[in-house]
């Protein structure tokens, strides 16, 4: 059918054409945002899972909820080995644009712009040993009030993350709004930001001030926050965000393909169902290979099986073999011994997913190496966001159908 017509969107954040399967967290969203602005406690929403079930698309969803409700917003996507600082600072200064115009008194805004600048310029220097900055690391927020000092800018990212977020949330309440700052790939803060994230957070909700963090991650960001505060499960709500159900991945397809009056035969989604698991990334990108190689609606399951191995092909290039590219040959040996534990472990027990978690001392076994000894190459996958350890002891890969397509991959 026609390809300028093909509604379907595989790629990282793409929006689809129709968000299938998340009614939940939005109602629950709006919940917050009007529970939020009415002063009543509740917790933020968190939003965890593996790679390419639609994190980031519904992270964006969440902020246009808010931006509808005239809230402030601004959004951060965390790096390894990045400060939170100027990020933070970025989001806010955003969200504080938008409230800007309803706000009665500019001079209220310009203080808070003041600290807000006071905050970014305390970015430590990025030269070596606390060399004095380089002129061009000397980072200009790009605002034009001067920074005041006093507040926010004490260096202690806890003490001024509290301070700074307070105070943005005062502006949100004199116009009568809220401010929501989103953070995705959360996992990826540095432990100290993190600890000063949730601090300010707890702080915030007890004053009642109207100011969120929602936050997206991989499957053990939970981990990563309570290792950081205790409380941080009182603090948040974690929505595990998973594949479609088979009824909300039928709509994902047939949905868009109505609106183009294109129909598919119950055998066609019963195929693409098999295939895609239900994961939006694989929904997404079978279904753009057999729109593209039917030739007529309604779409068959004969139609599926010549798109498949297209689909297949573009998925091995674009979504597996992007990220298996970032590992050295030795985190590809780990990842490799792994991919088969988990097809033994997989059949042994009759599941039919086979990128089970695996017990890392059985990696080792396998691989005839000491356990330390695989240590690097294993926090080395984590940081590069691969795998993650939802249980001590244990590894999984972050990327549905890893397992099944490094066994395909010669040595
Ligand atoms: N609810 C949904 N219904 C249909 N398609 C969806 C849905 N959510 C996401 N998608 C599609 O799935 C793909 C992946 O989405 P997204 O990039 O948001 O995933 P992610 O969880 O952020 O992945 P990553 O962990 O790699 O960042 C996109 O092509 C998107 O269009
Ligand atoms: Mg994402």
Known sequence: MDPVRNPYAPGAGQRPPELAGRGRELDVFDVVLERIARGRPERSLMLT????????????????????????????????????????????????????????????IDAFLGVLKAFAQRAAP???????????????????????????????????????????????????????????????????????????????????????????????LPAVLSAAKSYSERLFRYQRIDRLDRIAADQALCAPAEREEVEYEQKALDLLYEKSGGYPYFVQAYGKATWDHAPRSPITAADVRVAAPEAEAEL??????????????????????????????????????????????????????KPASLSP????????????????????????????YLRTQPA
């Open 316 to 369: 091995a290039v674009g979504f597996f073999g992007s990220r298996f590219e970032r590992a050295t040959p030795a985190e590809r040996e780990y990842m490799r011994a792994m991919a088969t534990l988990a097809l033994v472990d997989g059949e042994e027990s009759g599941r039919d997913d086979m990128d089970a978690a695996v017990p890392t001392a059985e990696i080792a076994r396998a691989l005839g190496r």
């Open 126 to 220: 990025t030269g070596r040993g606390g060399a004095a900055p380089k002129l061009r690391d000397r980072w200009q927020p790009g605002i034009d009030v001067p920074a005041s000092s006093g507040r926010a800018d004490s260096g202690d990212i806890e003490i001024d993350l509290v301070e700074l977020l307070t105070d943005a949330a005062a502006v949100a309440t004199d116009v009568g709004t809220g401010i929501a700052i989103f953070i995705d790939e959360m996992q990826d803060l540095g432990a100290e930001d993190v600890s000063a994230l949730c601090a300010a957070c707890h702080e915030l909700s007890q004053l009642g001030a109207p100011l969120i963090v929602v936050g997206a991650g991989l499957p053990h």
């Open 49 to 108: 899972g593996l790679r390419g079930v639609g994190k980031t698309v519904l992270l964006n969803t969440l902020r246009s909820q808010a931006i509808n409700r005239l809230w402030g917003t601004g959004k951060i996507e965390a790096r390894p080995d990045q400060s939170l600082r100027r990020p933070v600072a970025a989001a806010l200064h955003m969200a504080v644009r938008e409230l800007a115009p309803r706000h009665r008194a500019p001079d209220r």
């Open 377 to 404: 190459a294993r926090d080395a996958l984590i940081k590069k966001g691969l795998i993650y350890s939802g249980e001590r002891g244990t590894v999984a890969f972050t990327v549905p159908h890893f397992g099944r």
